[in-house]
């Protein structure tokens, strides 16, 4: 069922070779003095005190933990003034690609045997076929022994984390491996499919290993300059090794209506299903919601999302409230601030716990 860590990283390099392959006459092009702005070498420290290193509710120790971070940036895209800031791809650009890896060696001041080397690559490779049909690659891989687990999604911002935590240090490899192909048949409207292979394993009995296949089409359409729907479905297919298996279904249905190009409000809702083999309890969740999106500059934007949701399991008693999602970023010249508010209820699968669904206070 699951490929070893080894297959994953080859996984991973083989997507990174294949835009490479693609992307190599870009680069070639340029001259050898601007080599350094299609490749960048960096390195990172950064000190940090942790006054639970452990995330214990008792018997807390604190350390200082020291991370030493090397890694290189590989882009077909001449990079802006500002560090690590790519700039758009021109219309004749028809492929490319952005590699970034980077090796993690971590060290505490105290409790040294918690030392530990991470990796982290991240691929963003694309291919244009004239002027509407547009396909991508993405490929995230992760080796850790933290704690928490990170965010792998692509709309994860930098120190985001998943909900599952590992009560017992365990090296842990995550790679998520995301084509996809879009057809653009207007100028808003598109419609795409995309995929995602998400392989989760720790090198420990205490957690489970597991695999997602994730595959959903969605349509955008703006039936003219002010009011669009965009219309999505996702299908999941689970694979764990111990916990009973499920099949999830997944619709959204969204309206927007556009006040202008910076600020639009939208009604939206989702309807979930996980159907679980036994003994597990299948359940449903509805969620409606209504929000508003605005760009303050063009460094600046915020959305702010909230509503009502209701599970409905196939036993038991349900569970509903309310929920939030707000969202700010600010993107300076060198540096990129965001913030995150979320609550209500999340899932968790496809980690260390797998905790499922769980009620957010």
């Not at 991470?118 to 690659?137: E, H, Q, T």
């Not at 995929?195 to 957690?207: G, V």
């Not at 002010?226 to 996702?234: A, D, N, Q, S, V």
């Not at 299948?282 to 500059?297: C, M, T």
């Amino acid at each position: 069922m699951r490929s070893a860590p080894c297959s994953m990283l080859l996984n991973a390099l083989l997507y990174a070779l294949c835009a490479m392959l693609l992307c190599i006459p870009s680069i070639a092009d340029a001259q050898l003095e601007d080599l350094f702005t299609y490749v960048q070498p960096y390195l990172s420290v950064q000190e940090e005190y942790n006054s639970n290193i452990d995330l214990t509710p008792r018997n807390e120790r604190d350390d200082f933990i020291t991370t030493v971070s090397p890694g290189l940036r590989i882009s077909t895209l001449p990079r802006s003034p500002a560090v690590g800031e790519e700039k758009a791809p021109s219309a004749e650009q028809r492929f490319g690609m952005n590699l970034d890896f980077r090796a993690g060696f971590v060290f505490y001041d105290d409790e040294d045997d918690n030392n530990y080397t991470s990796a982290n690559g991240l691929l963003n490779a694309w291919y244009l076929f004239g002027n509407k049909l547009a396909f991508r690659i993405r490929d995230y891989f992760i080796r850790s022994d933290e704690l928490r687990e990170e965010e792998y999604s692509a709309t994860a911002i930098e120190g985001q984390y998943l909900l599952s935590t590992q009560r017992r240090r365990s090296v842990y490899y995550r790679n998520v491996g995301e084509p996809s192909i879009e057809y653009q048949f207007g100028k808003d409207d598109r419609i795409s499919i995309y995929y995602r292979n998400n392989i989760y394993e720790a090198d420990s009995r205490f957690y489970e290993d597991s695999q997602e296949d994730y595959i959903s089409p969605k349509l955008t359409y703006w039936f003219n300059i002010r009011h669009g729907i965009t219309l999505e479905y996702g299908l999941t297919l689970s694979d764990f090794e111990r916990s009973p298996d499920f099949t999830g279904h997944m619709g959204t249905g969204r309206y927007t209506y556009r006040f202008n190009p910076r600020t639009s409000v939208f009604g939206e809702y989702i309807y979930l299903v996980r159907d679980f083999d036994p003994p597990s309890i299948d359940y449903q969740i509805h969620r409606g919601s209504l929000g508003i999106e605005h760009a303050f500059s063009p460094t600046l934007t915020a959305s702010v999302q909230g509503g009502y949701f209701w599970q409905d399991p196939e036993r038991g008693s349900k569970t509903d409230g309310g929920f939030y999602d707000v969202r700010i970023t600010q993107r300076a010249e060198r540096t990129t601030y965001n913030l995150l508010l979320q609550g209500g209820y999340t899932e968790d699968y496809f980690t260390a716990e797998n905790l499922g669904f769980t009620r957010q206070r």
